[in-house]
Protein backbone atom coordinates (compact mmCIF):
# COMPACT_ATOMS: atom_id res chain seq x y z
CA UNK A 1 0.00 0.00 0.00
CA UNK A 2 1.21 3.62 -0.50
CA UNK A 3 3.65 4.45 2.77
CA UNK A 4 5.17 7.51 2.86
CA UNK A 5 7.54 8.02 6.15
CA UNK A 6 9.36 11.44 6.85
CA UNK A 7 12.94 11.58 8.52
CA UNK A 8 14.90 14.35 9.55
CA UNK A 9 13.22 16.73 12.15
CA UNK A 10 14.80 17.60 15.41
CA UNK A 11 16.07 20.48 17.58
CA UNK A 12 17.85 23.32 16.39
CA UNK A 13 18.66 26.73 17.07
CA UNK A 14 17.59 29.23 15.42
CA UNK A 15 19.10 30.66 12.36
CA UNK A 16 19.73 27.04 11.96
CA UNK A 17 19.07 24.29 9.09
CA UNK A 18 17.40 20.75 8.91
CA UNK A 19 16.79 18.76 5.98
CA UNK A 20 13.62 16.79 5.83
CA UNK A 21 13.02 13.23 4.20
CA UNK A 22 10.10 11.92 2.76
CA UNK A 23 10.46 8.15 1.96
CA UNK A 24 7.84 6.71 -0.28
CA UNK A 25 6.52 3.25 -1.30
CA UNK A 26 3.84 1.11 -2.25
CA UNK A 27 3.06 3.59 -5.45
CA UNK A 28 4.79 4.62 -9.00
CA UNK A 29 6.62 7.50 -7.43
CA UNK A 30 7.00 9.70 -10.66
CA UNK A 31 2.93 9.84 -10.67
CA UNK A 32 2.71 11.64 -7.64
CA UNK A 33 2.54 14.64 -6.31
CA UNK A 34 4.44 15.59 -3.35
CA UNK A 35 3.43 18.28 -0.57
CA UNK A 36 5.08 19.41 2.61
CA UNK A 37 2.74 20.60 5.34
CA UNK A 38 3.23 21.77 9.01
CA UNK A 39 1.45 22.17 12.13
CA UNK A 40 1.94 23.67 15.37
CA UNK A 41 -0.01 23.19 18.74
CA UNK A 42 -3.33 24.72 18.21
CA UNK A 43 -3.10 25.68 14.74
CA UNK A 44 -4.39 24.62 11.71
CA UNK A 45 -2.47 22.25 9.19
CA UNK A 46 -0.23 24.39 6.79
CA UNK A 47 0.80 23.81 3.48
CA UNK A 48 4.84 25.15 2.71
CA UNK A 49 5.41 23.35 -0.44
CA UNK A 50 4.83 21.42 -3.40
CA UNK A 51 6.36 19.36 -6.19
CA UNK A 52 4.10 18.37 -9.03
CA UNK A 53 3.54 15.35 -10.66
CA UNK A 54 3.52 16.70 -14.30
CA UNK A 55 7.17 18.04 -14.77
CA UNK A 56 8.37 18.28 -11.00
CA UNK A 57 7.61 22.42 -11.35
CA UNK A 58 8.07 23.60 -7.63
CA UNK A 59 5.53 25.64 -5.53
CA UNK A 60 6.26 27.83 -1.66
CA UNK A 61 3.99 29.38 0.40
CA UNK A 62 4.93 32.44 1.11
CA UNK A 63 5.03 32.14 4.88
CA UNK A 64 8.68 30.06 4.37
CA UNK A 65 9.50 31.07 0.61
CA UNK A 66 13.44 31.95 0.47
CA UNK A 67 13.59 29.83 3.44
CA UNK A 68 13.08 26.01 1.77
CA UNK A 69 13.84 24.04 -1.19
CA UNK A 70 12.09 21.22 -2.56
CA UNK A 71 13.36 18.55 -4.37
CA UNK A 72 12.39 15.07 -5.47
CA UNK A 73 15.29 12.23 -5.89
CA UNK A 74 13.38 9.47 -8.11
CA UNK A 75 15.93 6.98 -7.91
CA UNK A 76 16.03 7.44 -4.26
CA UNK A 77 12.05 7.95 -4.07
CA UNK A 78 12.77 10.78 -1.80
CA UNK A 79 11.07 14.39 -1.70
CA UNK A 80 13.63 16.61 0.47
CA UNK A 81 12.32 19.70 2.33
CA UNK A 82 16.04 21.58 3.02
CA UNK A 83 14.98 24.39 5.45
CA UNK A 84 17.40 27.28 6.20
CA UNK A 85 17.37 30.30 8.75
CA UNK A 86 14.94 28.91 11.12
CA UNK A 87 12.89 30.38 13.76
CA UNK A 88 11.43 29.65 16.80
CA UNK A 89 7.63 30.58 14.94
CA UNK A 90 8.87 27.15 12.58
CA UNK A 91 8.32 25.12 15.58
CA UNK A 92 5.92 22.15 14.74
CA UNK A 93 4.92 18.81 13.34
CA UNK A 94 6.18 18.23 9.70
CA UNK A 95 4.22 15.76 7.47
CA UNK A 96 4.80 15.23 3.75
CA UNK A 97 1.72 14.08 1.84
CA UNK A 98 0.99 12.33 -1.87
CA UNK A 99 -1.23 12.79 -4.39
CA UNK A 100 -1.66 11.07 -7.85
CA UNK A 101 -5.52 12.42 -8.80
CA UNK A 102 -4.54 16.75 -8.71
CA UNK A 103 -1.32 18.46 -9.77
CA UNK A 104 -0.56 19.16 -6.45
CA UNK A 105 -1.62 22.00 -4.08
CA UNK A 106 -1.04 23.86 -0.87
CA UNK A 107 -4.42 22.53 0.87
CA UNK A 108 -4.52 19.43 2.95
CA UNK A 109 -8.04 18.02 1.09
CA UNK A 110 -5.87 17.80 -2.33
CA UNK A 111 -3.87 14.97 -0.69
CA UNK A 112 -4.87 11.81 0.16
CA UNK A 113 -2.02 10.32 1.50
CA UNK A 114 -0.14 10.98 4.39
CA UNK A 115 3.02 10.46 7.05
CA UNK A 116 3.26 10.16 10.19
CA UNK A 117 4.89 13.24 10.73
CA UNK A 118 8.44 14.27 12.08
CA UNK A 119 8.79 17.34 14.97
CA UNK A 120 10.95 20.37 14.45
CA UNK A 121 11.42 22.23 17.33
CA UNK A 122 13.67 25.70 16.76
CA UNK A 123 15.20 26.64 20.34
CA UNK A 124 18.26 28.41 21.47
Known amino acids: QVQLVESGGGLVQPGGSLRLSCAASGFTFDYYAIGWFRQAPGKEREGISY????????YYADSMKGRVTISRDKAKKVVYLQMNSLKPEDTAVYYCAGDNMGWGGLLPEEYAYWGQGTQVTVSS
Open 51 to 58: INRRDDST
